[in-house]
């Protein structure tokens, strides 16, 4: 292609992109191969708020997109050799038949949540973005079968589970058929009974599904008293089941729950990067024994597959010749395992709930060859991804401030692209604590991390980016 022609890349009918990709195609040279890579990059983009390496300029909702590198011939080479695609009109046709698994009549499979004999869904739908609580969005998540969906008293600012009582005083029917859960970060008996009463009352409902204490980071967290809130909760009928959610040492976290006796279910990070860790399958096995239900967040472990080495090329290939992205991919990594009763996915927009669905919908199995490329290029990136495991590093800084925190709000900002997020969970922390991230000496914290992450760096990055006034 010459330089300066715009090129029609791909239309996705049927509602699923609402207008043209197109590529100004400006460096001299261009080729055809290089369009194939922007448009799989542009899949991506809309299916995973992602922009590198293409920079967007808006221009009809989508954006014009122009390569911000030059892509080497070997990697054109082999981008076709391993898609096996040889125009644009392929590439459309591979997504838009996973696309259509969506609209075409089928049945979102379930499974079994731990003891407890309830059903849900294998995909959930996560409320804790702005735009995720319209009442079109949830109706059709309903209709598609997500109908296990996610809260918290404390997600934007309580307007989430306003948003739900909203969708249920329309469409009270629908309460039967969903599996709601909410959560409170208090940690006392009158602070999770003065939450749950608030929760009620938002959603338009008098039972909680399943009750969680939100982000525990040590199962000593819960204690006695909390097991009797609980019992006493189940008995008055306002909750039927009762857990946590863990964002940090989640294997020493399920460990522990799976002794207790009283943990009916549990949502921790788990995705491609941690699953097959010996630590991670002996704590999942002991909660399967336990008989709790277990639900898969941050299932995409730090966003897109990049395209810079062999690996992380071969595995884009792969996934678009079987027709679906990588962010798909990343979630039926997760659905191999049959003990991950369900993924809890942030799903703000038609698209995103669209591809997900049909990710859920569609048989096609990743290949032994796509999960060990996976888990390869989940070895090759590990120093670009936080496992949680906080009690390593905050502790060779004496817990003076709480490192995994602060990566979960870089990983909100840069890999979700959720700025404001990030900035409120940053400002949350208190303003002493905030003051002294910048300053601290990491160089014990960097030396003892499994994942050679750049831990000093990374928190001076924050700092800068995330600690403007709201």
């Known amino acids: 292609m010459q330089s300066g022609k715009v090129c029609d890349l791909i239309r996705f009918h049927r509602g699923t992109f609402a207008g043209n990709l197109k590529v100004n195609m400006k460096s001299k040279g261009t080729t055809l191969s290089e369009c194939f890579y922007l448009t799989y990059q542009f899949v991506s983009i809309n299916f995973n708020y992602l922009t590198s390496p293409i920079t967007p300029r808006a221009i009809n909702g989508f954006g014009e997109y122009t390569m911000s590198k030059k892509i080497s011939n070997l990697t054109r080479r082999n981008f076709l050799k391993v898609t096996g695609l040889t125009g644009v009109g392929a590439i459309a046709t591979q997504f838009d038949q996973l696309a259509r698994a969506s609209e075409e009549f089928q049945t979102m499979p379930t499974r079994v949540f731990g003891n407890s004999g309830i059903k849900v869904p294998i995909l959930s739908f996560g409320g804790s973005l702005n735009t995720s609580m319209s009442p079109l969005l949830l109706k059709q998540a309903a209709r598609w079968g997500v109908t296990y969906w996610d809260t918290a008293n404390s997600y934007m600012g309580g307007n989430s589970e306003r948003g739900i009582g909203k969708y249920f005083t329309k469409f009270p029917e629908d309460r039967k058929k969903i599996f709601l859960v909410t959560k409170s970060h208090a940690w006392t008996r009158r602070g999770m009974t003065r939450d749950l009463n608030n929760s009620l009352a938002r959603m338009k409902t008098d039972y909680i599904d399943l009750f969680f204490v939100h982000s525990v980071s040590d199962i000593s967290e819960l204690d006695e008293d909390t097991r009797v809130w609980a019992e006493k909760r189940k008995s008055e009928g306002k909750i039927r089941l009762f857990g946590f959610s863990t964002h940090s040492n989640m294997t020493s976290c399920l460990l522990g729950a799976s002794k207790l006796g009283w943990i009916d279910g549990i949502m921790m990070t788990y995705n491609y990067r941690l699953m097959h860790t010996d630590t991670m399958k002996r704590a999942v096995d002991a909660c399967i024994k336990a008989g709790i239900g277990l639900t898969a967040m941050k299932t995409q472990g730090g966003g897109q597959v990049k ?7 071969e595995l884009a290939g792969r996934f678009i010749k079987k027709g679906y992205t990588d962010a798909q991919a990343k979630l039926k990594a997760v659905w191999e395992n049959p003990d991950i009763a369900s993924i809890c996915s942030e799903m703000p927009n038609m698209t995103i709930l669209k591809a997900n669905v049909a990710a859920a919908m569609n048989k ?9 490329l996976l888990n390869q290029y989940a070895k090759e990136t590990h120093s ?6 906080t009690e390593i590093c905050e502790s060779a800084v004496n817990g003076q401030v709480p490192i995994g925190d602060v990566m979960r709000c870089l990983m909100y900002y840069r890999s979700y692209g959720d700025r404001s997020l990030a900035m409120a969970l940053f400002n949350d922390i208190p ?22 992450m750049e831990i000093g760096k990374l928190m001076r990055d924050a700092f800068k980016e995330l600690s403007q006034k709201r």
């Open 364 to 372: 096609t199995k990743l290949s032994t060859r796509d999960l060990n």
């Open 431 to 452: 303003e002493k604590v905030r003051a002294t991230i910048a300053s601290l000496d990491y160089s014990l914290a960097e030396k003892r991390c499994p994942q050679k």
């Open 384 to 389: 670009d991804y936080c496992a949680g495991c």
């Open 307 to 313: 395209t810079n080495t062999e690996t992380e090329f």
